[in-house]
């Protein structure tokens, strides 16, 4: 089989019964993994330290060092640490699982295994160690920023030891994650607010090398263009906490109190909020002539209308022509939509918009929160979110919320 044809990842199966493997292996394959297979511990640890998979499905019970000792060798190496191991066993007593997780386990499935469980377990994992990669590329990009202040200017070293700790404090909790999906809106949460204040005063010192660049005439020329470029990337930065404080802070809200909605002036102060980028790209707007009653929470609201409007002037026409409006209530529930005049989206495509951190390869701005922000807003206001869009024929972004 090609190479390519395995996108999912590599994963090692360490299990002595033949059968169990057997039907595991081809299942796996035929999802799309790559699968390595050791019928004993030796062997599976040899595996695992030559080739790094991505995921170790690990039995307990097998000749030799059991399931518990392999995976307590696997956590105390430096190669193979980082790999989640889901143990099998049909062990049930709550004291082997203890022990199993004391060893460094990730997760844990009980035999006979269910395929589909055992799929939306790999995946699970297989996701989160894909979110610690990323934010460990964030912390590489974050210690790449502080060489290039301390190069512009030596009176940065404090700031620079405050994003160090920040960063060490970061790599602490990334090891968490590992150990329930339910703790990743906690940790996002933590570090974009304690982001904030160090990240203010880099922002601000790169106010203060600008000016200070814009009166020195003898300023290196290629010493503007890296203040410009750390000008940027503070503002990125500061757009992703921002999004993140949002997105966590959605999700930790726990009941909010449904309101009824004046949409027309929700949207008119979104409209009035965003002018300079509605004359960015040269957008014209046409608006519905009535708004059906709903109930909500309108500064969430906003954020939803937000997120469409800038969508829409992003990567719609050229230039784009959007058109805002709402459909009678149907059902208990009223549809507000944005369409837009731009490609369209393909049906792959649409089922990947509303997801965390993921960007289509057109939509190149950005990082993936905005729709996933609209769909937590809207769930949580007992809605919920949607697009129609053909190739070639523009796109309809709704969102649907309870009828007053």
């Known amino acids: 089989m090609d190479k390519a044809v395995f996108a999912k990842g590599t994963l090692l199966i360490i299990d002595d019964i033949p059968d169990n493997v057997k039907i595991l292996l081809s299942f796996l394959v035929n999802e799309g993994f790559k699968v390595l297979v050791a019928k004993d511990g030796e062997q599976g640890l040899r595996v695992a330290n030559y080739a790094h998979p991505d995921l170790i499905l690990l039995d307990i019970m097998m000749p030799g060092i059991d399931g518990f000792e392999v995976c307590k060798q696997l956590k105390a190496k430096d190669s193979t640490k980082d790999i989640p191991v889901i143990f099998m066993s049909a062990l049930s007593d709550t004291v082997d699982k203890v022990k199993g997780f004391d060893a460094g386990a990730a997760d844990y499935i009980a035999k006979p295994v269910q395929q589909e469980e055992v799929l939306a377990r790999i995946n699970a994992h297989l996701k989160l160690r894909q979110l610690q990669r990323q934010l460990e590329e964030q912390n590489q990009q974050l210690l790449h920023e502080i060489d290039l202040r301390r190069a512009v200017e030596g009176s940065l070293n404090h700031i620079n030891m405050v994003l160090a700790q920040r960063t060490i404090e970061l790599q602490a909790q990334t090891a968490q994650l590992e150990q329930r999906n339910s703790e990743l809106d906690a940790f996002?949460?933590?570090?974009?607010?304690?982001?904030?204040?160090?990240?203010?005063?880099?922002?601000?010192?790169?106010?203060?090398?600008?000016?200070?660049?814009?009166?020195?005439?003898?300023?290196?020329?290629?010493?503007?263009?890296?203040?410009?470029?750390?000008?940027?990337?503070?503002?990125?930065?500061?757009?992703?906490?921002?999004?993140?404080?949002?997105?966590?802070?959605?999700?930790?809200?726990?009941?909010?109190?449904?309101?009824?909605?004046?949409?027309?002036?929700?949207?008119?102060?979104?409209?009035?909020?965003?002018?300079?980028?509605?004359e960015q790209y040269h957008g014209k707007i046409i608006l519905s002539p009535g708004w059906p009653s709903a109930k909500g929470y309108a500064p969430w609201i906003k954020e939803v209308w937000v997120n469409y409007l800038s969508n829409g002037l992003k990567y719609g026409?050229?230039?784009?022509?959007?058109?805002?409006?709402?459909?009678?209530?149907?059902?208990?529930?009223?549809?507000?939509?944005?369409?837009?005049?731009?490609?369209?989206?393909?049906?792959?495509?649409?089922?990947?918009?509303?997801?965390?951190?993921t960007r289509l390869q057109k939509r190149i701005e950005g990082y993936g929160l905005g729709l996933s922000i609209v769909k937590q807003i809207v769930e949580k206001l007992e809605g919920q979110v949607g697009v129609e869009s053909t190739p070639s024929s523009g796109s309809l972004f709704y969102f649907c919320l309870p009828a007053v």
């Not at 990240?199 to 410009?228: C, D, F, M, R, Y």
């Not at 921002?242 to 027309?264: F, K, T, V």
């Not at 784009?320 to 731009?342: H, Q, T």
Request: aromatic share 6%; charged share 15%; hydrophobic share 45%.
């Open 188 to 278: 996002s949460y933590t570090v974009a607010h304690d982001l904030k204040n160090p990240l203010n005063g880099i922002i601000g010192i790169t106010e203060l090398l600008k000016v200070s660049g814009a009166q020195t005439p003898n300023l290196p020329p290629h010493w503007s263009k890296q203040i410009h470029l750390l000008e940027m990337a503070g503002d990125q930065m500061a757009n992703i906490i921002e999004a993140i404080l949002l997105l966590s802070g959605i999700s930790r809200q726990q009941e909010i109190p449904l309101q009824s909605l004046n949409m027309a002036k929700i949207v008119e102060e979104v409209l009035q909020q965003q002018t300079m980028l509605i």
């Open 317 to 357: 026409g050229s230039p784009p022509f959007l058109e805002f409006g709402a459909d009678s209530p149907a059902g208990g529930m009223v549809r507000f939509w944005v369409r837009d005049n731009g490609a369209g989206l393909s049906a792959e495509a649409i089922t990947q918009l509303f997801t965390p951190f």
